[in-house]
Nanobody, 122 residues
């Protein structure tokens, strides 16, 4: 059983910073792409930052220059450093990972964490 667990959310003033973490546990043979998807109230989740197994990154225009995604493969963990936060960044942030497992159910699947709330006050 594979699980993703996020942490690091909270309440911060505009212009402040937060660092989110997401750790995969369980029978993970390999972890491929990982990403962060904020979901503002009443809206859909949208990818804002992604990193592949080789460390290449991609960002949505709305967060370029402010957010940095990184990963520690030895710890099965992905991070999102968020700087210069804006009230419009307020959302539940979900971690997603494409993970291959060698125990039943064998295969490669997308897994989601439970989400962590980020609130930016003006």
């Amino acid at each position: 059983q594979v699980q993703l667990m996020e942490s690091g959310g909270g309440l911060v003033q505009a212009g402040g910073s937060l660092k989110l973490s997401c750790t995969a546990s369980g029978s993970t043979a390999s972890i491929n792409a990982m990403g962060w998807y904020p979901q503002p109230p009443g809206e859909e989740r949208e990818l804002v930052a992604a990193i592949n197994s080789g460390g290449s990154t991609d960002y949505a225009d709305s967060v370029k220059g402010r957010f940095t995604i990184s990963r520690d493969n030895a710890k099965n963990t992905v991070y999102l450093q968020m700087n210069s936060l804006k009230p419009e960044d307020t959302a539940v942030y979900y971690c997603n990972a494409l993970i291959s497992t060698l125990v039943p159910p064998v295969g490669t699947r997308n897994y989601w964490g439970q989400g962590t709330q980020v609130t930016v006050s003006s």
